[in-house]
């Protein structure tokens, strides 16, 4: 699930912890064009504030109006459905685009030990499937898989959540540095792996979170998952093979190293002579990145993270890459 959505719920945790009063929204329909996909959430606190997004922002300055003038009672109904956009002058006045309409479920969060489960799963890299029932307001958790997706009856909402995506660099050399930024701001929780003392320094702790030992055991140590990418950017094969040859024959959805055509067809050979399957050497991204021209670090991580985030999204890569710029 989008890391965003993971934060709204943390907010709900702890201002119903505190005693605050909560609504919650979640996208259940759309039909046309609408700003955000089933699925997304939004917070919004007994004084106002809010987190989350369900819309472009015109939404939720109205959700904010409906608290703030009264027509959301303490003593309503537990769930109500809001729909916005059903004519096109309310698509106009809501910023919605021409023929795009939005349903939202209303919720107010009493029982928030669901919430605590639900987060409590997520950190466990569990898929949870949500199930909310209209009528009465009860929340209950089930397992999930990765290919699940939101459905919603008119009577129930199933909405699915999931770990946090994550990145596995091997190497904390400048290219890392640049990976590192955009990866966090693209809402990836940022990993480091580099067993050499010499280029630690300077790394600060909101930038990412070092995995100690070798790459082959932080491979093995974070669990890697379907929600992991893992890139070798230490342009060493010493540390960058070591961290493959275990990496290829785990689940992570994106495996890449960096170095030229010449450099990875070498780099494929050793690990073949080393007994890795051909089936687990095709899953090698190399060169990495969408080809963009990119010279610069800051261009390279660029057209990394694009890669990921394609991949990420089910999007498949319809040209390879002519050219790769290796940093020495």
């Known amino acids: 699930m989008d890391s965003v959505d993971l934060n709204v719920l943390r907010s709900v945790l702890e201002w119903r912890r505190a005693g605050q009063r909560v609504m919650l929204y979640s996208v259940v329909q759309t039909w046309g064009s609408a700003p955000r996909p089933p699925g997304a959430m939004l917070a919004l606190r007994g004084d106002g504030v809010v987190i989350g997004s369900v819309s472009g922002g015109c939404i939720e300055d109205d959700l904010i109006a409906r608290l703030q003038d009264g027509r959301l009672p303490d003593d309503g109904p537990p769930v109500q459905l809001v729909t916005y956009g059903v004519t096109r002058d309310e698509a106009a ?40 029932d209209l009528a009465t307001g009860k929340v209950t958790l089930s397992a999930a898989s990765k290919t699940d997706a939101v459905t919603f009856d008119g009577q129930c909402l199933r909405a699915i959540y999931g770990p946090r995506w994550r990145l596995l660099l091997i190497g904390a050399g400048q290219l890392s540095r640049y990976v590192a930024e955009m990866a966090r701001l693209l809402d990836f929780e940022v990993l480091i792996c580099d067993p050499r003392e010499e280029f630690v320094y300077g790394w600060e702790e ?26 070798c950017l230490t342009h060493d094969p010493r540390l960058d093979d070591m961290a493959l040859l275990t990496a290829l024959n785990s689940s992570a959805f994106y495996i890449g190293a960096l170095g030229s055509r010449v450099n990875t067809q070498k780099r494929r050979e050793n690990l073949a002579a080393l007994g890795l399957s051909a089936e687990a050497i095709a899953r090698l991204h190399g060169p990495i990145g969408l080809h963009i021209g990119s010279h610069t670090p800051a261009e390279i991580a660029l057209s990394l993270m694009a890669q990921i985030v394609a991949l990420k999204n089910g999007v498949q890569q319809t040209h390879k890459r002519s050219d790769a710029v290796v940093l020495d």
């Not at 928030?112 to 890299?125: K, S, T």
């Not at 990412?208 to 929600?227: C, H, K, S, W, Y």
């Open 93 to 132: 006045r809501f910023g919605l685009p021409c023929g795009g309409t939005l349903r939202l479920t209303e919720e107010r969060v009493d029982d928030w030990e669901w919430v605590a489960q639900l987060l409590a799963c997520c950190e466990d890299h569990q898929i949870v499937a949500r199930k909310l």
């Open 206 to 231: 909101q930038h990412g979170r070092f995995v100690p030992g070798m790459p082959d055991e932080a491979v093995l140590n974070i669990q890697t998952d379907e929600r992991t990418a893992i890139v």
